[in-house]
C-alpha cells in the first residue's frame, strides 16, 4: 500500500516511520524548499516519547534536549501553587524533553530519511490538489511560483500540512481564518543562569498574563548554563488577528513593562527576557474541531486535524500519536476507507476535546483560580485552593490529554 504525507512537520515525519516501519510504501512531500532547524521551545510529553523511543530516537532526544523533572506552576509573585514531578521523575518508563523545535524537527528529518531512503522526502512540493477515483488518490504538488511539478498517485493521501492546511480547506473552504481569543505571545530564547536544579519548566502568573519558562539545551546545560525558552502571554482585548508568523520581530516596549517587577528570586523574568538574542511575536490560535477528518481515502493528521493552544504542551505530542494511531489502524487490515475512519473515531474526541478545554484554560485554570481568590499572593495555599481541588483540576486534565499514570503504564504493560 502507497501512502504520500503532504507536510513534513514533527507529524508528518513522525507516522512516516511508524508507517514505514509497518512496511507500508511512503512517500512525504514538503512545501519549504530545505528543512532548517527554526523556532523556539517545545515539550514532548512521556507518552510521545514512548512512540519516538520505538523508532530508536530516545538516544538522539536525550543527548540534545533537556530531562525534564518538573512542571512548576506558581502566581505572579513566584509563588509555588502545583510542583508535577515529570516523565521518569514521576515513576514513568519514558522521559519528557524539552528541546528547540528546530533541533526535533532536524532528529525526526535526519532518522526519516535514513529510515525510508534517499528521495522519499521530497522538498519544494506544496500539495496543491487532488482527486479520488476508485481505490487511487492522485496528488498535485507545486513550487513556491505555483507551477504544478509533480503528480502522484497513492493508496492514501494525508495530510498533515499545519494549521493552514490545503487539504482541510478543500473540505471546508468556508472555514475561514484561526480563531483568536485575544492572546498575544512573545517568544524568545536566553542564555542565562540556571535556575530550580536547571531541569523545570514553569508557568507563572494568570491566563491573561503568563509567563512560560523553561531549559532546552543539553550542551548549554552540560557548560554550567541554561538556553531558556520563555513565551509572556498577555491578553489583548478584542484588536483584529494580526497573521501568524514566527519571523515576526517583537518589541520589548509592548509587553515588558507589564512584567518588569517580576523577580522571584529564584528567577528574574525581566532580566530573562531583556537578555533575548531575538524576539518573535505570535497570536495564540486554534480551530474549531471538526465532524470528521476522514473523506475515503484522504485524512488528516496533526495540526492540519486538531490545532490547539499551547496549555499544556500538547500539540506536538498529539501530532506523534497520531502517527501511531493510524498506523495501528491501517495495519489492522482490511479496507483501508474503514481503517481511515477508526482511526478518526479513535483520535478526533479525544483531541476536540483538549481543544474545547484549552479554550476554558485547560489545566492552567488553577493560576486563575489562585489570582481571582488571593491577588496579592497567599500565606496558606490550602485556605486559596485546597489540595482535593487542586489535585482534581490536574488529574482531570492529565486523563483527558492521556498524560496520566495509570494510561502510559498500561500503554508500558502493553509493549
Not at 526535533?104 to 519544494?124: D, P, V
Not at 472555514?175 to 517568544?187: F, N, V, Y
Not at 509592548?254 to 525581566?270: A, I, K, N, T
Request: hydrophobic fraction near 40%.
Amino acid at each position: 500500500m502507497k501512502i504520500a504525507i503532504a507536510g513534513a512537520g514533527i507529524g508528518g515525519l513522525t507516522a512516516a516511520m511508524c508507517l514505514h516501519r509497518a512496511g507500508f510504501d511512503v512517500e512525504v512531500f514538503e512545501a519549504v524548499s530545505e528543512l532548517k532547524p527554526l523556532g523556539v521551545g517545545i515539550n514532548i510529553q512521556a507518552g510521545a516519547v514512548r512512540i519516538l523511543s520505538g523508532l530508536s530516537l530516545q538516544p538522539a532526544l536525550a543527548a540534545t534536549a533537556i530531562e525534564t523533572r518538573e512542571l512548576r506552576y506558581a502566581n505572579r509573585h513566584g509563588q509555588t501553587i502545583w510542583a508535577d514531578p515529570r516523565g521518569r521523575h514521576a515513576g514513568l518508563p519514558w522521559p519528557q524533553f524539552s528541546i528547540h523545535r528546530g533541533e526535533l524537527q532536524m532528529i525526526l528529518y535526519r532518522a526519516a530519511e535514513r529510515m525510508l531512503g534517499a528521495g522519499r522526502i521530497k522538498f519544494g512540493r506544496r500539495i496543491a490538489g487532488f482527486e479520488q477515483k476508485g481505490k487511487t488518490v492522485t496528488a498535485r504538488f507545486a513550487d513556491r511560483d505555483g507551477a504544478i511539478v509533480e503528480t502522484t498517485e497513492a493508496d492514501i493521501l494525508i495530510g498533515a500540512d499545519g494549521i493552514h492546511s490545503a487539504v482541510r480547506a478543500h473540505y471546508h473552504p468556508n472555514e475561514g481564518p484561526p480563531k483568536w481569543q485575544g492572546i498575544l505571545m512573545w517568544r524568545g530564547v536566553t542564555v542565562g543562569k540556571p535556575y530550580l536544579g536547571g531541569n523545570t519548566m514553569v508557568q507563572a502568573g494568570h491566563h491573561n498574563q503568563k509567563f512560560v519558562c523553561y531549559p532546552i539545551s543539553r550542551a548549554h546545560a552540560e557548560k554550567g548554563e541554561a538556553l531558556i525558552n520563555w513565551i509572556c502571554d498577555l491578553h489583548m482585548g478584542n484588536a483584529m488577528l494580526p497573521r501568524e508568523d514566527w519571523n515576526r520581530p517583537g518589541k520589548l516596549t509592548d509587553f515588558l513593562p507589564r512584567f518588569e517587577d517580576w523577580d522571584f528570586g529564584w528567577l528574574d523574568v525581566p532580566g530573562v527576557i531583556r537578555a533575548a538574542h531575538a524576539i518573535f511575536e505570535f497570536p495564540m490560535v486554534d480551530r474549531d474541531p471538526l465532524p470528521g477528518w476522514s473523506h475515503g481515502r484522504i485524512t488528516l493528521l496533526g495540526d492540519a486535524a486538531h490545532p490547539m493552544y499551547p496549555i499544556g504542551s500538547n500539540g506536538a505530542s498529539q501530532a506523534i500519536l497520531d502517527g501511531e494511531a493510524i498506523t495501528q489502524e491501517l495495519l489492522a487490515g482490511g479496507d483501508p476507507e474503514a481503517a481511515l475512519k477508526r482511526y478518526e473515531r479513535r483520535r478526533l474526541p479525544p483531541t476536540a476535546a483538549i481543544v474545547e478545554s484549552n479554550r476554558r484554560k485547560g489545566i492552567d485554570v488553577m493560576l486563575d483560580l489562585v489570582e481571582q481568590r488571593a491577588p496579592q499572593g497567599f500565606s496558606d495555599l490550602e485556605s486559596v485552593l485546597p489540595s482535593d481541588e487542586l489535585e482534581r483540576i490536574v488529574g482531570d486534565y492529565k486523563k483527558l490529554a492521556a498524560q496520566d499514570r495509570e494510561t502510559l503504564l498500561k500503554l508500558a504493560s502493553a509493549q
